[in-house]
């Protein structure tokens, strides 16, 4: 039986599982905060800063909890990957707040070497790396997720060196 790319990357996004957008609501600080402790030792051990800064507000996300944990994961481990040839100092944050229409927005941002503009699209198709043991699909699985949700996922300029992968989730939450 063939697979489709969606049915692929669900269960690539091991853990997932079959979601209901149905008004899941979570707060953002603590998927950050979890995601943070999931990967604290290893961000230790590569000498990593990983820090959070929560602002005020972004209280909820109507969104399915397991599956955006999954995203952050993705970004995370991709920000300090970034950074494991990376001399001198190591950070990465983890963000959250409102923007001024209501939407809520996360940002996980490295210090690392960035990503040329021309390339920021593309990283989001399946099966583009850079890495030698990389599959390519950590970003194409973030970004089919964040399509269910009806959220986005961009690279922004932030003016800062490094890489920023910003999520923006819409307020009110999607009817379906
Ligand atoms: N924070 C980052 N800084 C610099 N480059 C990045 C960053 N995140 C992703 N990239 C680039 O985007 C590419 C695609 O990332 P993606 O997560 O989809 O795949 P991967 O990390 O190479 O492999 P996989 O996630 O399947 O193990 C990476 O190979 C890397 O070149
Ligand atoms: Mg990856």
Redesign the pocket.
């Known amino acids: 039986m063939q697979m489709t790319r969606r049915q692929f990357f669900r269960i690539c996004a091991a853990g997932v599982g079959s979601s209901s957008l149905a008004a899941l609501g979570f707060a953002p600080g603590e998927a950050l905060a979890e995601v943070r402790a999931f990967k604290l030792a290893r961000a230790t051990e590569t000498r990593v800063d990983l820090s959070t800064a929560f602002g005020a507000g972004a209280d909820i996300i109507w969104a399915d909890a397991s599956a955006i944990r999954q995203v952050l994961l993705?970004l995370l481990i991709?920000?300090l990957?970034?950074l494991e040839n990376h001399e001198g100092e190591r950070r990465v944050e983890l963000r959250s707040r409102n923007s001024p229409n209501g939407s809520v927005i996360l940002e996980v941002s490295?210090n690392?070497?960035?990503?040329p503009p021309e390339q920021r699209t593309r990283?989001f198709h399946p099966f583009?790396?850079?890495?030698t043991k990389?599959?390519?699909?950590?970003?194409?699985v973030c970004a089919d997720i964040l399509h269910e949700h009806r959220a986005t996922i961009i690279v922004p300029d932030i003016g800062r060196p490094g890489?920023t992968f910003r999520l923006t989730f819409p307020c009110p939450p999607p009817s379906s």
């Open positions: 993705n991709n920000a990957q970034a490295d690392g070497p960035g990503i990283l583009v790396s850079t890495k990389g599959m390519g699909l950590g970003l194409a890489a």
